[in-house]
């Protein structure tokens, strides 16, 4: 299931870079990128087990109190094993507890004064879902998608994001998925 979802998340990205070639006004921010995502992955998705929600939290398991580490801005998940509990009734705070299959997306829209550092920063957070997950990584993808503005923005990022790379592991880098796209380019790496 996983490849499954690895290839419609492709397939939605696709037809977001082709409706942003065609109106550069589709993607203006990271919000209208994780929006399209979305709207594209409901739209190209036969899979009715599929839940997409946005902002979901990371725990850091070597924090004694199990913290938040940071946010995906979109993660895929199996709808009929996705559950809502009450996780401390004292402050009416309902938290979820799910382990199977999921695409861990991180989101970039590099435009004009971007700070492209951030796209390392997110590699850092893949990475550390990577490790976290690895004796589960045949149902735990880590996914970086990074849309550009224009052609400027692309070769900017693609450059950045390639000396990137080369500090992670083979081991990584085989089990991530990272898509990069502009209006007139997308690169599937």
Known sequence: M??????????????LQINYSLDNKTIINED???FGIRQNLHNVSEENDMLIKP?????????????????????ILKKSIFNLEFRNAT??????????????IMLKFAKPNFNLSEIGEDLDKLKLFSIQTANDAKKQKPVLVIGCSDVLMYDKASEV????????????????????FSPNKIEIL
């Open 55 to 75: 902002e979901v939290p990371w725990y850091d398991e070597s924090s004694e109190n199990k913290q938040v580490k940071f946010y995906f801005d979109l993660a």
């Open 91 to 104: 402050m009416n705070n309902k938290g979820y507890y799910y382990n199977d299959i999921s695409l861990a």
């Open 32 to 34: 209208d990128l994780k």
């Open 161 to 180: 994001l390639a000396k990137e790379l080369k500090r992670f592991s083979d081991d990584f880098l085989k089990r991530a998925e990272i898509i990069i």
């Open 2 to 15: 996983i490849n499954k979802w690895t290839s419609e998340l492709k397939n939605a990205v696709e037809k």
